[in-house]
């Protein structure tokens, strides 16, 4: 599924993000989480249903660190 959403520029981003919250898995469940979210109308998220803006605002909002997956992280 994410083969579609994510682009061969933003690898290295991802890269990154997983190495910063503690590998894929981790990473893979908050943008889930935050998605999960947005789609359901939670959250900052201006109304879209384009799956690519909010994959890109969601790894911004985890790149600010504003996304935990709980409170005792890693």
Same mark, same amino acid.
């Given at each position: 599924? &994410?083969? /579609?959403? *994510?682009?061969? /520029?933003?690898?290295?981003? *991802?890269?990154?993000?997983? !190495?910063?919250?503690?590998?894929?898995?981790?990473?893979?469940?908050?943008?889930?989480?935050?998605?999960?979210?947005?789609?359901?109308?939670?959250?900052? &998220? !201006?109304?879209?249903? =384009?799956? =690519?803006?909010? &994959?890109?605002?969601?790894?911004?909002? *985890?790149?600010?660190?504003?996304?935990?997956?709980?409170?005792?992280?890693?």
């Amino acid at each position: 599924m &994410f083969k /579609s959403v *994510i682009r061969d /520029s933003q690898v290295h981003r *991802i890269e990154e993000l997983a !190495a910063k919250e503690g590998g894929y898995f981790r990473l893979t469940s908050l943008i889930q989480k935050r998605l999960r979210e947005a789609i359901r109308g939670g959250g900052a &998220f !201006a109304p879209t249903q =384009n799956m =690519n803006t909010l &994959f890109e605002l969601t790894l911004d909002e *985890i790149e600010k660190g504003l996304l935990e997956l709980d409170a005792q992280k890693k």
